[in-house]
């Protein structure tokens, strides 16, 4: 795949494993006034529509039968790195699927065969994609991201998972040098040569590390700026 090739976010930094963690929205679904079946934005907070961001779906559930299922599906499809870094140019959400039945107000948005199931909606409110039973890879949703992703934004999903997998290997070899570092401040030894040359060396990983996360955002904000249609 041109991001890179996947892996789980388990095997990074702490720092770059909170940068890969979804944060799921759990907005109210208005389901009684301007009521569009075809346009699943008109359900959420007007926000949502303003923020012109395609949506990520998550219909979760409560069933034991499925319990072993969704924990598959939260490490090896939310956790996969293409997954995670795209999303961050997505609106996550998640919503109790046990609650959606086919006469929901927006089932042909939300409905499926199967649950645990993600949905990718485009800025228009319409559904790009349903993934359940065995569709529900990490691969088959981030080409239904990319799909979505590419209505909208001029830069290729991919090359912002890309960019954003090397700025956090950047970020992993910098805390691996301060953990190094902070071992051999242990060590010192009371010399206060050698802890002058030990601050120093730490003062310049954290600007380094500063200037590595402010990259990161920068990257987002211009592709969040960078759109094929103008935010309103």
Same mark, same amino acid.
């Given at each position: 795949?041109?991001?890179?090739?996947?892996?789980?976010?388990?095997?990074?930094? *702490?720092?770059?494993?909170?940068?890969?963690?979804?944060?799921?929205?759990?907005?109210?679904?208005?389901? #009684?006034?301007?009521?569009?079946?075809?346009?699943?934005?008109?359900?959420?907070?007007? +926000?949502?529509?303003?923020?012109?961001?395609?949506?990520?779906? #998550?219909?979760?559930?409560?069933?034991?039968?499925?319990?072993?299922?969704?924990?598959?599906?939260?490490?090896? =499809?939310?956790?996969?790195?293409? =997954?995670?870094?795209?999303?961050? *140019?997505?609106?996550?959400?998640?919503?109790?699927?046990?609650?959606?039945?086919?006469?929901?107000?927006?089932?042909?948005?939300?409905?499926?065969?199967?649950?645990?199931?993600?949905? *990718?909606?485009?800025?228009?409110?319409?559904?790009?994609?349903?993934?359940?039973?065995?569709?529900?890879?990490?691969?088959?949703?981030?080409?239904?991201?990319?799909?979505?992703?590419?209505?909208? #934004?001029?830069? +290729?999903?991919?090359?912002?998972?890309?960019?954003?997998?090397?700025?956090?290997?950047?970020?992993?070899?910098?805390?691996?040098?301060?953990?190094?570092?902070?071992?051999?401040?242990?060590? *010192?030894?009371?010399?206060?040569?050698?802890?002058?040359?030990?601050?120093?060396?730490?003062?310049?990983?954290?600007?380094?590390?500063?200037?590595?996360?402010?990259?990161?955002?920068?990257?987002?904000?211009?592709?969040?700026? +960078?759109?094929?249609?103008?935010?309103?």
């Amino acid at each position: 795949m041109g991001g890179g090739a996947a892996r789980s976010g388990a095997s990074r930094s *702490v720092t770059s494993q909170q940068r890969l963690t979804i944060t799921w929205e759990a907005p109210k679904l208005d389901l #009684y006034q301007n009521i569009d079946p075809d346009d699943f934005l008109s359900a959420l907070p007007a +926000d949502y529509r303003k923020s012109e961001k395609p949506l990520l779906v #998550y219909l979760s559930t409560d069933s034991a039968e499925s319990e072993k299922q969704t924990a598959q599906i939260e490490k090896a =499809v939310f956790g996969d790195e293409n =997954v995670a870094l795209g999303a961050r *140019v997505f609106r996550p959400i998640r919503l109790r699927g046990d609650k959606i039945s086919k006469e929901h107000a927006h089932w042909r948005t939300l409905g499926g065969k199967n649950l645990p199931r993600v949905i *990718v909606v485009d800025t228009a409110g319409q559904k790009v994609g349903t993934l359940d039973g065995r569709d529900l890879g990490a691969s088959n949703l981030f080409k239904q991201m990319k799909k979505a992703a590419a209505k909208t #934004y001029k830069t +290729d999903l991919e090359k912002v998972v890309k960019e954003s997998r090397s700025l956090l290997d950047q970020m992993d070899q910098i805390t691996q040098k301060q953990d190094l570092l902070a071992q051999k401040k242990k060590n *010192v030894g009371g010399s206060a040569a050698k802890e002058k040359e030990l601050a120093a060396e730490e003062a310049s990983l954290l600007q380094q590390m500063k200037d590595a996360q402010a990259r990161e955002a920068e990257l987002l904000k211009k592709v969040d700026g +960078d759109r094929k249609v103008t935010k309103g």
